[in-house]
Nanobody, 125 residues
């Protein structure tokens, strides 16, 4: 599976960005998909996840009410709509996919088998 993340950039606080992650080479409909982020000197942290059928979504407390995760199985693409961005959202954002994990594992980066290359989001105050 190959994942290509895009959509990062520089915005001012309060602005919006939409990240995309195009997947190829696998059975997209089988995968749980997620976004993680990592800033300098910090561990990779969970942002959001969405199951195979795009039903319930799961968000980190720090982004609830501001970020939305979605997927388009026909286009084999994952999205992250980020609104009301804050300087603390500055990080490299990674998309990740895996199959066969349960809901309680969605937030664990070690459970994901395939990763995109990351896209940088910079939010200035």
């Amino acid at each position: 599976v190959q994942l290509q993340a895009s959509g990062g950039g520089s915005v001012q606080a309060g602005g919006s960005l939409r990240l995309s992650c195009a997947a190829s080479g696998g059975s997209f409909n089988r995968y749980v998909m997620a976004w993680f982020r990592q800033s300098p000197s910090k561990e990779r942290e969970f942002v959001a996840a969405i199951p195979q059928n795009g039903g319930n979504t799961y968000l980190a407390d720090s982004v609830k009410g501001r970020f939305t995760i979605s997927r388009d199985n026909a286009r084999t693409t994952l999205y992250l709509q980020m609104n009301s961005l804050k300087p603390e959202d500055t990080a490299v954002y990674f998309c990740a996919v895996t199959a066969g994990i349960i809901q309680s594992s969605y937030r664990d980066p070690g459970q994901y088998r395939y990763w995109g290359q990351g896209t940088l989001v910079t939010v200035s105050s």
